[in-house]
């Protein structure tokens, strides 16, 4: 199979998102998979058709474009972090499982961005009564723990913060 990024090459960038955004339109739900899957490469050159394209393809009436659409969306946060969040709440309300399922997965591309809304989130998620889906919103919680300093333990010095703050200093741990 051909991939995005050797068609753009092949053809100029123009036809690539025309192609794309035809794709994502086209009657023939197996089109517009394709096109989904192929979205990402799209937010290189185009982010703002990016953005909107991966909205359509949220929006559409076949679940695996929906599907397809939903495991992009970490892409789409740092180029738009509204519409990530706006898209990320829509993919989570989705009638199909499996779409709710994929954007779960996704959450963890907020916490850069911001953490407020990302706690925020993932406080709705993990009530969810569905076990999959809390679950795959309790995996994205290791994002946060990425985002701790010694600064911000501060102020619950206990066993737990001599740990952590042994483990942050360690030569053998990295902090990003």
């Keep these: ?21 035809k794709g994502i339109t086209d009657n023939s739900h197996i089109v517009r998979v394709e096109a989904a899957k192929k979205l990402r490469t799209l937010a290189l050159i185009d982010p703002n058709i ?6 359509k393809g949220l929006m559409d009436k076949y679940c ?3 599907m397809e659409a939903a495991m992009i969306l970490p892409t789409l946060a740092p180029i738009n972090p509204n519409k990530f969040i706006r898209l990320y709440e829509t993919g989570i309300n989705d ?10 997965e996704t959450l963890a591309a907020l916490v850069p961005i911001n953490p407020d809304k990302f706690v925020e989130l993932y406080q709705k998620g993990i009530n969810n009564e569905v076990g999959c889906f ?20 501060i102020p619950i010095k206990d066993y737990g913060y001599n740990f952590l703050v042994a483990h942050l200093n360690s030569k053998y741990t990295q902090n990003p």
Excluded: H, P, W
């Design 1 to 21: 199979m051909v991939e995005a990024t050797d068609i753009c090459t092949a053809i100029n960038t123009e036809q690539f998102v025309e192609s794309i955004k």
């Design 50 to 55: 990016f953005a909107e394209l991966v909205e």
């Design 64 to 66: 695996v474009v929906r």
């Design 95 to 104: 009638e199909n499982e499996d779409v709710r399922k994929g954007t779960a």
């Design 134 to 153: 809390r679950y795959e919103i309790a995996k994205t919680l290791v994002a946060l723990a990425s985002t701790i300093t010694q600064e911000t333990l």
